[in-house]
């Protein structure tokens, strides 16, 4: 398969050398002169590379955009009015009025569009769903979700856009729903007119959860704490072993008073993959086969949808209804 790879920084470089390792033909174009090096440093054949990315639009048959977040719904409308499947990561686009747009045309034109939200092709996350559906938590009450690091901030949009919709669109995965209402408080600490500290508060339907994301915390985390009426999983998806226990404890009540019972604690295994490789994989294999990804232009809407709220509450400092 041919594949237009658009932007080859340090995220489009993990993306370039896994595209080579699932023998796809790679097309880059990226206007760097680093990106050109890093582009020959791993075999991609010059005449492969350009600082355009209409050069190689007619010779391939999907395209996957790694740019900043202010340049997706561009390329990847143009991408869809050539007819191509279209990979793109997150977020689809930074307004929801674009994402619309794009997931219609996607249908309209019967396309593929996938978007990076890649916490859904980890391994962790397809134990974590069949634990929620066949029973074993209890009805979900509560989920909390911790990204947090000390880190360079991207430049392109703030850490609610940057890395609190990894746990938003996760969530929505988890529970199958989109939140109804939106509470958010973001914080601008370093002055640079985009936030760099989020709390994102989703109430669903039936169970709550809250999102928390920031540069400025000394250890990396990414966690996930699912709280259920039977039994309470975390998950630890920075830890390379032991990345899920599930504490069974409940709360009994005892006449006047409620006791804590702490239950069985299990520690699960889960199975070393990197979900990038099965997320672009899936993608591949979506185009060759026509099927319906795991993470379509419809759910990055919802997301960019609950992003959107996120700010609106965070300025107004009231709940969004989103219903």
């Not at 008073?257 to 997320?279: K, N, R, S």
Request: aromatic share 8%; with cysteine.
């Amino acid at each position: 398969m041919k594949i237009l790879l658009a932007g080859l920084g340090r995220w489009g470089s993990n993306h370039l050398r896994i595209l080579k390792m699932l023998n796809a033909e790679v097309f880059v174009a990226d206007p760097s002169r680093q990106s050109k090096k890093c582009a020959l440093e791993n075999n991609v054949p010059e005449e492969n590379f350009s600082g355009s990315f209409e050069d190689f639009i007619d010779k391939v048959d999907a395209v996957d955009i790694v740019t900043p977040a202010d340049t997706h719904y561009s390329l990847c409308l143009k991408a869809m009015q050539k007819g191509k499947d279209v990979f793109v990561e997150k977020p689809l686009t930074l307004k929801s009025s674009e994402c619309r747009k794009l997931s219609e045309t996607a249908e309209e034109k019967k396309l593929i569009l996938q978007v990076g939200h890649v916490f859904r092709f980890d391994p962790a996350t397809a134990f974590m769903l069949r634990q929620i559906k066949e029973g074993v938590l209890g009805k979900i009450q509560w989920m909390i979700g911790n990204f947090y690091g000390f880190k360079r901030p991207r430049m392109d949009a703030g850490v609610t856009w940057s890395d609190s919709l990894h746990f938003i669109d996760l969530f929505n995965y988890l529970i199958g729903s989109v939140p109804k209402k939106v509470l958010a408080r973001l914080k601008d600490n370093l002055g640079r007119d985009m936030d760099d500290a989020s709390w994102v508060s989703l109430i669903y339907e039936n169970a709550e959860a809250e999102v928390r994301a920031n540069y400025f915390r000394p250890h990396k985390k990414r966690e996930v704490v699912i709280i259920g009426s039977k039994a309470t999983l975390e998950c630890d998806f920075s830890s390379s072993q032991d990345k899920i226990r599930i504490y069974k404890n409940t709360h009994i009540r005892n006449e006047n008073t409620w006791v804590a019972t702490q239950g069985e604690v299990i520690t699960q295994e889960i199975m070393q993959a990197e979900p990038l490789v099965l997320e672009l994989k899936s993608f591949i294999d979506c185009v060759k086969n026509r099927e319906k990804p795991l993470a379509g232009g419809w759910d990055g809407y919802n997301v960019v949808k609950v992003v959107e709220a996120a700010y609106e509450s965070s300025m107004s400092g009231r709940i969004v209804d989103l219903a």
